[in-house]
């Protein structure tokens, strides 16, 4: 059996890529995927936040890129009815101290066209009523309460919000499908094929072996079994990363609209899930970031206790109204790092015909039609509507790592 391009993953990626190349060309795409159905790995744990603010310039251009494919949803996939759809509930920067942060930031967005509203606290108060505009940060420790006071400046991203992840790579899987893209569930790729220093395609777990001068590594988590195999990718450290989230009833006393919010003096972030009826919580802090697991298919799936309290910590800070009861539920995902400069990598490798969409980190959902955008655009050498702006050198795997000064997922 032979195909055009193999990817090795149906999560967010594989399926993004898959697409991006099925609707601009006539190549035969094969999708292999270990496990039984989609969501098997980072996807399926993702936050799927959708924010526009990065610090750098290229990675504003490709979220609005992503997140333009989540918004128009339904052109973007040619379903006429999809499982999911986008949730436009804003998203909410409070940077606690940093007077100057929110209006220098207005600023920037505003130029590279993203939409947002600068908030002084009555502003916000009116708009989001269960808030604290509270500047100082909480005692994530012990939990010690402080005299709150506001003054700060919030900046609201009026065009972001969130998507069910599983519903969206359902619905690529569907849009993979009409199109002719064969999408294989239980099926294990165990090496990539090289023949000098090209690929000619890959080996399955039971033995057999399929043909193809393009092979994508789109196995999240996994990313490392087949670089380390094919020896590409020295210079970088793609690292497997366990990332705690907590899910909380909504209780009646948190009344109005809640943004996904991103509460910068403590690191949390939350946002709303099941039509409002469920918080989301974690965290966007750097040293939530550093528990790497060397074996993604063992790690402990539920979340740390210290982990827990401290974000009930900061989330009674910042919605005062939250009673003190109910459960607390959790789980744990693995994300990517990249170890040198937090951002993914994707092309080409030195390997002529493997291609890699790896090291996404906790950008990968929202980026997803964008970096398949890359690929396709780079495979096919084509354009098409829903495409991104951004060069492919910016991403690709011999590039020179990006000077960062902050090296969380808000990098
Ligand atoms: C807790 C958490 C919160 C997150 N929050 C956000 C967020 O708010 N916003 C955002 O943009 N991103 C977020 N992310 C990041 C985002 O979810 C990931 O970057 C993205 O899902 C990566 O997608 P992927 O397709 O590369 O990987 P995966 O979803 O892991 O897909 C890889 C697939 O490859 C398959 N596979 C692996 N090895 C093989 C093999 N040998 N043969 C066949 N198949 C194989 C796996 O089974 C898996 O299904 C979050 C991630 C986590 C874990």
């Not at 924010?51 to 997140?67: K, N, S």
């Not at 908030?119 to 402080?146: K, N, W, Y």
């Not at 294990?188 to 395609?201: A, H, K």
């Not at 988590?221 to 497997?240: E, H, K, M």
């Amino acid at each position: 059996m032979s195909a055009d391009v193999i990817i090795i993953g149906a999560g967010i990626i594989g399926l993004s890529t898959a697409w991006q190349l099925a609707r601009r060309s006539q190549l035969k795409i094969l999708v292999l995927e270990k496990g039984a159905a989609v969501g098997e790995g980072s996807t399926g744990a993702s936050s799927a936040v959708c924010r526009h603010r990065y610090t750098l310039e290229e990675m504003v251009v490709l979220a609005r890129d992503g997140i333009h494919a989540y918004r128009h949803w339904q052109d973007f996939t040619r379903l006429d009815e999809p499982r999911a759809a986008f949730q436009n509930d804003g998203v909410l920067w409070m940077p606690g101290a940093d007077l100057d942060w929110a209006g220098i930031e207005h600023e920037r967005m505003s130029a590279l066209g993203i939409r947002t509203a600068l908030m002084d606290d009555a502003e916000l108060q009116a708009r989001f009523p269960a808030f604290s505009v509270c500047i100082q940060a909480p005692d994530m420790e012990a939990g010690t309460e402080h005299l709150c006071s506001g003054g700060g400046k919030h900046l609201l991203e009026l065009d972001g919000g969130y998507m069910d992840p599983v519903a969206a790579t359902e619905d690529l899987l569907e849009a993979c499908r009409k199109c002719g893209v064969e999408v294989c569930f239980r099926t294990s790729v165990i090496q990539v094929l090289e023949e000098g220093g090209r690929v000619s395609g890959v080996e399955l777990g039971d033995g057999s072996q399929l043909e193809a001068p393009l092979v994508i590594n789109a196995a999240g988590p996994w990313c490392n079994d087949f670089l380390t195999q094919l020896g590409v990718l020295q210079s970088w450290t793609l690292a497997p990363t366990r990332i705690q989230v907590l899910y909380l009833d909504r209780p009646p006393e948190l009344v109005g609209d809640i943004p996904v919010t991103l509460d910068m003096q403590s690191g949390m972030y939350f946002r709303l899930q099941n039509s409002g009826q469920q918080l989301v919580v974690g965290s966007a802090s750097e040293r939530d970031e550093q528990e790497v697991i060397d074996t993604p298919d063992e790690f402990e799936r539920f979340p740390d206790e210290a982990f827990k309290l401290a974000r009930l910590h900061a989330l009674h800070h910042r919605l005062p109204a939250l009673p003190y009861r109910g459960s607390v539920r959790g789980y744990c995902g693995l994300y990517t790092v990249n170890k040198q400069d937090m951002h993914p990598i994707v092309g080409e490798t030195e390997v002529a015909g493997f291609y890699v969409a790896n090291g996404l980190s906790g950008h990968g959902f929202k980026l997803a039609p964008a970096i398949g955008s890359l690929l396709a655009q780079q495979i096919c050498g084509e354009k098409a509507d829903f495409d991104t702006e951004v060069q492919g050198s910016f991403l690709a795997p011999d590039r020179a790592p990006i000077p960062l000064s902050d090296k969380s997922v808000l990098a």
